[in-house]
């Protein structure tokens, strides 16, 4: 794989949200979410804080924001995703790390 590479997959959230971690094999330089339930997107990039991500919201109820808790952490070798992104049973969630 070569360092301009990505990962992609997807999750449903358990009916009990917790923070789900995604190993890769890598520490990615970025990671875009996508929450299809609530029609949001999340971005974290290397360098921001850990648990934060800048939120792209794709319907009227949610403005633009950058979310402090509950966001994206990268690791060593991947990311956690919160419950600040995830955050009811059944949401599902799509993800894309670079590496």
Same mark, same amino acid.
């Given at each position: 794989? $070569? ?7 997807? *999750? @449903? ?6 923070? &789900? !971690?995604? !190993?890769?094999? =890598? ?9 299809? !339930? +609530? ?6 990039? *290397? #360098?921001? !804080? +850990?648990? *934060? /991500? ?5 319907? $009227?109820? @949610?403005?633009?924001? %950058? %979310?402090?808790? #509950?966001? %994206? &952490?990268?690791?060593?070798?991947? =990311?956690?995703? #919160? &419950? #600040?992104?995830? +955050? &009811? /049973?059944? +949401?599902? %969630?799509?993800?894309?790390? *670079?590496?």
């Amino acid at each position: 794989m $070569d360092r301009n590479s990505s990962n992609s997959g997807t *999750y @449903t959230v358990a009916a009990t949200p917790v923070a &789900t !971690t995604i !190993t890769l094999g =890598f520490k990615p330089r970025k990671v875009e979410v996508w929450n299809e !339930t +609530d029609l949001a997107r999340y971005e974290h990039i *290397y #360098g921001q !804080t +850990d648990a *934060y /991500a800048y939120k792209t919201a794709n319907h $009227d109820t @949610t403005q633009n924001s %950058i %979310i402090t808790s #509950g966001g %994206i &952490t990268l690791t060593g070798d991947g =990311f956690t995703v #919160g &419950t #600040g992104i995830g +955050d &009811t /049973a059944s +949401d599902v %969630i799509r993800w894309v790390a *670079y590496r």
